[in-house]
């Protein structure tokens, strides 16, 4: 069999064929680079597609101050036309129709933009908007979260918002409905309602939305109401708030200091030790199973500067206790830094101190009286780091952190 060779029709058609082909891939690249930078000449590269028509129609209604005229109208209509699946000219045509005062039209033609693009950003928070004003509360909350993955930067203004909201009792049951559901904003939420929010509101949508066992992210939700609450005199409210979100088997434990071993129970801070590394040490729970505790916290003071490496806000009723620890050294040699127990009646002065000084390889127990006045409604008992006149670190564990009744402590 011979080879075939086109005739000189059939290579003109392959030529032409090859050229068209070239150039759409050419207009093609061209026009996704300026859609835009340059709607204008990306729209002029004949023939102009549809979303750079649409792009164009949007600079148009930018530089008339948001007005929609009739060219503009034209050009989105044109978009359509060379691209129907597009949805930025339904978004203009919504915008449209909002201008014109029929803003039923406006939002059925957003909800279809929205449909054929889910990530365009002018429809989610437009329907965001809608809804709100509309009081379809449950159909806003539902536009939050897909509304700030596209603009991040939009957070804490929709969630000030959202905080400003929830003291209106129509609004709190869709809200106390979509926290329930664990939302992926819902920290950022009670972050910024710490700080507007009432606190009965808050404790509210704190109980409607934890799970049937705590996390991080609820313990940290926790922590900006309780914290809020203590800033605000509501110290004993918030922790009996505290104490019964937490895990059953533990809310029988947590009468004076909780976790006093530092065995890494659940529950939420500050009412539950607040340890974490800083510029004057280190701190963190460890299993120490040569110990009749079984664990303890490690601490790496470094001597240098006077600081807390370890807290947890308590609540007692008046009277007088006694605060006691036991400590042991991890460090050799010389050391300048020392180990400090001290109770302060948040947020006064402190009340009771004393040193965890001198330790050495075996544990060693240390006390002291407090007396806890009528007004003193929270306790802050802090294990802290106080610079001597060596600057050199020391690395002790420290373990059995209670506060007992003045009575009761005499009879052990």
Known sequence: MGRYVPDGRVRIALLCGAALLAWAVARGAVQNALHDSAPQVAADFWPADGESLASLARDKMAANSGEIDEPTRQLFREALEQSPALASPIVLAALD???????????????????????????????????MRTGRYALALDEVGPALRLRRQAMTVVMTVLATLANEPEFRPALAKKLASAPYWRTSFFQAASQQTDPDVLLSLLASSRGQSADQKMEAEQKYVFQKMIEADDGVRAYRAWKSMLPARYRGRADGIYDSNF???????????VVEDSEIGISRSVVAGDLPQGSALNVRYFGST????????????????RLSAVARRRSQGATGGRLNLQARCAPG???????????????????????????????????????????????????????TPAAQAADQ
């Open 97 to 131: 129709a909002e201008q014109s005062g029929d803003s039923k039209r406006a939002e059925r033609l957003m909800v279809q933009a929205k449909e054929r693009d889910p990530r365009s950003t002018i429809t989610r928070f437009w329907l965001l908007d809608r809804y």
């Open 263 to 273: 065995a890494n129970w659940p529950g939420a801070e500050p009412f539950n030790w």
């Open 306 to 321: 006077a600081g807390a490496l370890a807290e947890q806000y308590v609540h007692v009723p008046p009277g007088n206790y």
């Open 349 to 403: 002065e402190v009340i009771a101190s004393v040193l965890l000084d001198p330790i050495g390889p075996g544990l060693r127990r240390f006390s002291t009286p407090v007396k806890v006045g009528p007004d003193c409604h929270i306790l802050r008992i802090s294990i802290t780091g106080l610079p001597g006149e060596l600057f050199s670190e020391i690395e002790a564990q420290v373990t059995a952190v209670t506060i």
